[in-house]
């Protein structure tokens, strides 16, 4: 995550003896009562999962930080092996016997792009493109030369722009259940704070005992501060007093967890927009990002998920998890030429380096 200013660290007391008052709250919001204290929950032990992200990364451990972008690049490339085996393998074999790109060529490679999850539309435009210039294709590594440069083109549209930065800057982070929201909080927490920024970590799905402990581990692993309140907590309450704190605190970067929701059901889109709402009251530009996590082994229905939360909710970045579990990456390419969204994240792996600032070119470069 690119840092918004250099800033020198100041601690900060994990936990307040006392929430901070809230007065005269809107109708909306359900303040909290006396039980609902802002507090820390004592993180249990360490994830399993994460023994295994450190086995992936061993072979970049020997890089030293002035190679460290190779050493990302590495893990990128590694991550997509799926979806790059899927697209180019079939493909080079079938040129190899036709030696040019004919109709039996440009059907094979239509097949394929679906197979990926670009999506109908977008692989209609894509082979259109190929067609008009196959005549000037005699081997297969002109083929994958236009390939990657007509699917950049396609990505650029999507470029991860760096966001005005107003303190404490507040993201909002949305999806449906079993994406990574928790995680990739997490993760987002932890580079921040590697920044020297000051982060709060803010459990606004109070739905979930479980999704709380969880998030209390992250926010404990990126030395960031963690409010909570009881379960079955007004979520609106919680983000009220949550920001609040943080510009008593002067806090740099609020990160707000939601309860996953079925993007169907009206009545659970509407509690979203009521958080987003109160927390309009208290900082009116607020929240400065509202951030859609997708799992990219969901394909195409990781794309209706988006266009539906887009329609709810102004969404102005995506995350995209769980790209090095799937043969179907093409659903970058999908999500970045379908939807006017800036895809900001994406997430290749479980440890904190995997969740990676989308980059168009390295990304194209990774995949072929």
């Known amino acids: 995550m690119a840092p918004w200013f250099k800033k020198k660290k100041h601690p900060s007391p994990k936990t307040d003896p006392q929430p901070p008052n809230v007065e005269n709250p809107s109708e909306d919001v359900t303040p909290a009562n006396n039980n609902d204290q802002l507090a820390e929950a004592t993180p249990p032990s360490p994830e399993p999962q994460e023994e295994t992200s450190e086995k992936l990364d061993a ?50 490679l239509e097949e394929l792009l679906i197979t990926s999850d670009l999506g109908v539309q977008t692989t209609i435009k894509l082979v259109d493109r190929i067609s008009k210039k196959a005549t000037g294709i005699s081997k297969f590594e002109d083929l994958k030369s236009i390939l990657k440069k007509e699917i950049l083109a396609m990505l650029a549209v999507s470029v ?15 999806g449906v259940n079993g994406v990574g929201k928790t995680t990739t909080i997490g ?37 960031a501060d963690f409010i909570k309140h009881k379960e079955n907590s007004d979520p609106a309450a919680v983000a009220f007093d949550a920001v609040k704190a943080a510009m008593a605190r002067e806090t740099d970067l609020v990160l707000i967890d939601t309860a996953g929701r079925l993007h169907t059901k009206t009545n659970l889109m ?40 887009k329609e709810a909710l102004d969404i102005n970045g995506i995350a995209l998890t769980k790209l090095d579990g ?42 072929f």
């Not at 109070?206 to 692993?221: E, G, P, S, V």
């Open 326 to 367: 799937t043969a179907k990456g093409g659903i970058v390419v999908s999500i970045c030429s379908e939807l006017d969204i800036p895809l900001r994240y994406i997430g290749i792996g479980e440890s904190i380096e995997d969740l990676q600032n989308f980059d168009p070119e390295q990304f194209v470069e990774a995949l």
């Open 270 to 309: 509407e509690e979203l927009k009521k958080i987003k709402r109160t927390i309009a009251k208290l900082l009116p530009e607020a929240p400065h990002e509202i951030l859609l996590v997708l799992d990219a082994t969901t394909g195409q229905n990781a794309l209706s998920q988006a266009k539906l939360f």
């Open 59 to 108: 072979q970049d451990t020997a890089d030293n930080k002035s190679q460290k972008p190779t050493g990302l690049f590495k893990r990128l490339q590694q991550r997509l092996t799926k979806t790059r085996q899927s697209l180019t393998g079939s493909l080079e074999v079938l040129f190899a016997s036709k030696g040019e790109v004919d109709e039996t060529v440009l059907e094979e």
């Open 187 to 223: 993760k987002i927490g932890a580079q921040a704070s590697q920044k020297d920024l000051n982060v709060l970590i803010v459990a606004a799905d109070t739905f979930r005992a479980a999704a709380i402990d969880q998030l209390a581990i992250w926010a404990d692993k990126a030395n």
């Open 160 to 174: 991860n722009e760096a966001k005005k930065f107003s303190k404490p800057h507040v993201i909002m982070v949305v």
